[in-house]
C-alpha cells in the first residue's frame, strides 16, 4: 500500500509499498500438482491472494516465479490459472529468495518501495526466504500469513520465529 514519508526539504511524497506473489505458479497450486508435498487449499489461496492483489496499485505487484538452477530455461513457467495478473512485474528466480535475482531490488528501489508484503508458497521455503532476503535488502518486509501455503504446519513454528528474530513482520 503507499505511506507517505516527508523528505527533509519538507516535500510530501508518497513511498510505495509493493506485494511480492511468490511461486503461485501451476506446478505448486494448479491442479496437477503434486498433492503430497503440495497440500495448498488452492482455491482458497489464490482467493486471499487475488484480495490482497486487488488493494494494491497494479504496478505495485510483483509476481516472482521459481525455476530451479537445474531447470531448462527452455520450458515455460506459468502463475496459476485463476490468480489475477495485474501487471507486466514479473520475476524468475533459480533459488529460493527472490532477491536472488538482482533486477527485482533494482526495480523495487527505483519505484522507491519501503516497505514489502509477501503472499504466495511455500511458507518455510521460498517466502521465508524472500522475507529474509526483503529484510537484508533493507525493505521493511511482512508476510501476509492468511494468503501464504505452508506445507509443514508444524516446521513453519520454528521458520516464523526466526523470521521473526530477524525482523520480518505477520500480518
Do not use: I, M, Q
Given at each position: 500500500m503507499h505511506e507517505r514519508h516527508v523528505s527533509a526539504s519538507g516535500k510530501v511524497r508518497a513511498v510505495a509499498g509493493c506485494l511480492l506473489v511468490i511461486d503461485m505458479q501451476e506446478e505448486y497450486v494448479g491442479e496437477g500438482r503434486n498433492r503430497r508435498s503440495h497440500p495448498y487449499d488452492a482455491l482458497a489461496l489464490i482467493e486471499?491472494?487475488?484480495?490482497?492483489i486487488a488493494d494494491y496499485p497494479p504496478e505495485h505487484v510483483f509476481y516472482v516465479l521459481n525455476r530451479f538452477f537445474y531447470e531448462s530455461r527452455k520450458s515455460p513457467k506459468t502463475l496459476v490459472a485463476g490468480l489475477d495478473r495485474v501487471s507486466g512485474n514479473v520475476f524468475?528466480?533459480?533459488?529460493?529468495?527472490?532477491?536472488?535475482?538482482?533486477?527485482?531490488?533494482?526495480?523495487?528501489r527505483a519505484m522507491d518501495a519501503r516497505s514489502l508484503e509477501l503472499v504466495g508458497v511455500d511458507g518455510n521455503y521460498c517466502v521465508a526466504a524472500s522475507a529474509l532476503g526483503g529484510v537484508r535488502e533493507g525493505f521493511q518486509t511482512a508476510c501476509n500469513e492468511h494468503c501464504i501455503g505452508t506445507a509443514n504446519?508444524?516446521?513453519?513454528?520454528?521458520?516464523?520465529?526466526?523470521?521473526?528474530?530477524?525482523?520480518?513482520?505477520?500480518i
Open positions: 486471499a491472494v487475488n484480495g490482497r524468475e528466480k533459480r533459488r529460493g529468495n527472490a532477491f536472488t535475482n538482482p533486477e527485482l531490488a533494482l526495480r523495487l504446519k508444524r516446521k513453519y513454528e520454528r521458520t516464523r520465529r526466526k523470521l521473526a528474530e530477524n525482523s520480518v513482520r505477520f
